[in-house]
């Protein structure tokens, strides 16, 4: 390992900062690594935001299935009481 070359345990905490700069941000090099920075933060922003709602549409999905399955056993309870009644009667 020559010594200009990080120590691995400093190339780890590079790798992560570059992914996000939320664990010990490190100071950037240069422009260009600051643009690099902001471009994948707006990224990760908007993968987030897709993300989420991913989740919440998946969610309302999930109710409304429910809500379905609810709603079609209630019609063949109902169904089945109907037609329990309907024997009685005859």
Do not use: C, W
Not at 1 to 17: C, F, G, I, R, Y
Not at 38 to 60: A, D, F, M
Not at 62 to 84: G, Y
């Amino acid at each position: 390992m020559d010594a200009q070359d990080p120590k691995p345990k400093e190339q780890v905490m590079l790798k992560t900062n570059i992914i996000s700069e939320f664990v010990y941000p490190v100071p950037p090099a240069n422009e260009n690594e600051i643009l690099a920075r902001e471009r994948l933060n707006l990224e990760l922003k908007k993968i987030s935001v897709r993300l989420q709602k991913t989740v919440q549409g998946l969610i309302i999905d999930i109710m409304d299935m429910r809500h379905a399955d609810v709603a079609a056993q209630a019609k063949r309870i109902s169904e089945s009481n109907f037609a329990k009644d309907d024997k009685v009667r005859k």
